[in-house]
């Protein structure tokens, strides 16, 4: 069995490379994108570092990006034992994923789950077998409602916190990679690329952190998830290159748009995440959409200011 894992994890591997080379593009038709996750999709900063790329090379764009991600969030449905010091189990994906469809109406669903599925045990043959499952209704679902999915690989769980639980996400994180050619998936890699990023810099470093706590990524962390969506999404060119990281303060024209569009994601998730509903207790209570859209409003004017050198 373990060299039957091993056999498919090399070969996986070797696909990514062919299937990096493909650049994605966001139809013209399309006006709303959602963001499904845990509390790494819910601290958002990946996608406001993909939105203000997005929105640099196509100011004339008007297209959504609403982050619904939700803390704790499974699409197992499992909870370890304890969970939250026995005040609530983690919520599921299949109590709020209809709702989430049928009120926001997406054209297009990124949805980044894998971190919680494993509830941070050892590998389990029945916890893999509950995850591919749960990832395969969520693509059913989001395809049954007239939307596309592409799906993103777990962000990884630092080895120092625990190697056992960083394997299980290696694996997770290969087998979302394969469905690009068992089902024909969309899938773009954040796992291996974080991977790869914390590896050569402990090499410089031997305490350098992409996540203090092993789980949530930092500022830093955010950006290596987002650089390749950026990438796959053709959006680096001449005007915009940030490579290596930089803090979004040193970025002139990008720290403005991503000052703006990080302002405007925090205000909308709390209020599309209250609309919607869940069941997760101790969350921010949003504003209502009206109101919070009013303000939403006022900013993207903003935005469109510092855009208009470009259009």
């Known amino acids: 069995m373990k060299k039957l894992i091993i056999t498919f994890f090399l070969f996986t591997i070797s ?4 299937f990096s080379q493909e650049h994605f593009s ?3 038709s ?7 996750g845990n509390s790494i999709t819910y601290a958002g ?8 790329y997005f929105r640099l090379n196509y100011p004339n764009r008007t297209i959504e990006f609403i982050n619904v991600g939700l803390p704790s969030e499974t699409v197992t449905g499992l909870s370890e ?11 599921d994906l299949h109590e709020r994923l209809q709702r989430v469809l049928d009120q926001l109406k997406p054209d297009l669903v990124f949805a980044c789950y894998g971190m919680n599925d494993g509830i941070y045990l050892p590998y389990d043959d029945q916890r893999f077998a509950k995850y591919k499952e749960g990832m395969e209704w969520l693509h059913e679902e989001v395809i049954k409602s007239g939307a596309e999915i592409i799906h993103l690989t777990p962000a990884i769980y630092d080895p120092i916190k625990g ?15 394969s469905k690009q050619y068992t089902a024909d998936w969309k899938v773009i890699d954040i796992h291996f690329p974080m991977k790869k990023y914390l590896e050569e810099k402990r090499v410089e470093d031997p305490q350098f952190v ?21 990438k796959k999404y053709n959006l680096l060119n001449q005007k915009n290159t940030i490579v290596p990281y930089q803090e979004p303060q040193e970025l002139l024209k990008i720290a403005s748009v991503f000052t703006l569009v990080d302002q405007r994601q925090k205000l909308m998730k709390d209020a599309w995440l209250n609309q919607t509903g869940h069941l997760r207790p101790k969350m921010k209570k949003g504003l209502s959409i009206e109101k919070a859209d009013k303000k939403a409003r006022k900013i993207q004017i903003e935005i469109d200011q510092e855009l ?3 259009k």
């Open 15 to 18: 696909t990514i490379h062919i």
């Open 26 to 28: 966001i139809d013209p």
């Open 30 to 36: 399309i006006k709303r994108v959602v963001f499904l």
């Open 45 to 52: 900063s990946y996608i406001s570092y993909f939105e203000t």
């Open 81 to 91: 034992e304890g969970h939250a010091n026995g005040e609530f189990p983690r919520p």
């Open 163 to 177: 190697e056992a639980y960083a394997n299980v996400l290696d694996l997770y994180a290969d087998w979302v990679l």
């Open 210 to 230: 992409l996540a203090d706590d092993g789980v949530h990524p930092n500022r830093e962390g955010h950006w290596v998830m987002a650089l390749p969506l950026i």
């Open 308 to 310: 208009l050198p470009l």
